[in-house]
T-cell receptor, first 117, second 115 residues
Framework: GAVVSQHPSRVICKSGTSVKIECRSLDFQATTMFWYRQFPKKSLMLMATSNEGSKATYEQGVEKDKFLINHASLTLSTLTVTSAHPEDSSFYIC????WGQGSDEQYFGPGTRLTVT | SQQGEEDPQALSIQEGENATMNCSYKTSINNLQWYRQNSGRGLVHLILIRSNEREKHSGRLRVTLDTSKKSSSLLITASRAADTASYFCATTTLWSGGGADGLTFGKGTHLIIQP
């Protein structure tokens, strides 16, 4: 089955620093990946759609200069949280769709827990 | 936007009983999916039902979809302690542009199976 990985799984950083999270599709090519965030005991909220070779599409209310997304290859998308603050602490999850299978199913990564101190 | 609403928000039942969770949504959809999430972990895809389907089964799971009421239900039969998790419905919006669409998740139901 399609596998999506994320790295790191957990990260603790100081306020004001930037953190990069990687999302990789391991056994398929993903022209489109999605980034979600999840606060404790809450649901997932779509942040942005990451398109290979073009700019990401951000959901309303998500600051594109704060959450930089780069999708440089068909198997890798990165999310960089710039000048992180404690309110950015959250669980970040990516997903990818395997268009080669013609399926609507999205495959989710295991998530990255970010804690900003 | 968060259009899905699950109810109940929390459900606690005895092992062996059936668990039913409901989900409502607001826009026209392409399909509806149910996911499971163990505490602090990633999502596990359970089942996908398309807008032209009314019912689907997978093992102990049964999903129904009523597009006229914009609602879906997930039934887990003969529950087990290992079914304890949060369950989310998620939809993709029906639109004519084609291409990829992010999922809109419901608020989720936290299911606890008492051994």
């Amino acid at each position: 089955g399609a596998v999506v990985s994320q790295h790191p799984s957990r990260v603790i950083c100081k306020s004001g620093t930037s953190v990069k999270i990687e999302c990789r599709s391991l056994d398929f090519q993903a022209t489109t990946m999605f980034w979600y965030r999840q606060f404790p005991k809450k649901s997932l909220m779509l942040m942005a759609t990451s398109n290979e070779g073009s700019k990401a599409t951000y959901e309303q209310g998500v600051e594109k200069d704060k959450f930089l997304i780069n999708h440089a290859s068909l198997t890798l998308s990165t999310l960089t949280v710039t000048s992180a603050h404690p309110e950015d602490s959250s669980f970040y999850i990516c997903s990818a769709r395997d268009w080669g299978q013609g399926s609507d199913e999205q495959y989710f990564g295991p998530g990255t827990r970010l804690t900003v101190t | 936007s968060q259009q899905g609403e699950e109810d109940p928000q929390a459900l606690s039942i005895q092992e062996g009983e059936n668990a039913t969770m409901n989900c409502s949504y607001k826009t026209s959809i392409n399909n509806l999916q149910w996911y499971r999430q163990n505490s602090g972990r990633g999502l596990v895809h359970l089942i996908l039902i398309r807008s032209n389907e009314r019912e689907k089964h997978s093992g102990r799971l049964r999903v129904t979809l009523d597009t006229s009421k914009k609602s879906s239900s997930l039934l887990i039969t003969a529950s087990r302690a290992a079914d304890t998790a949060s369950y989310f419905c998620a939809t993709t919006t029906l639109w004519s542009g084609g291409g990829a669409d992010g999922l809109t998740f419901g608020k989720g139901t936290h299911l606890i199976i008492q051994p």
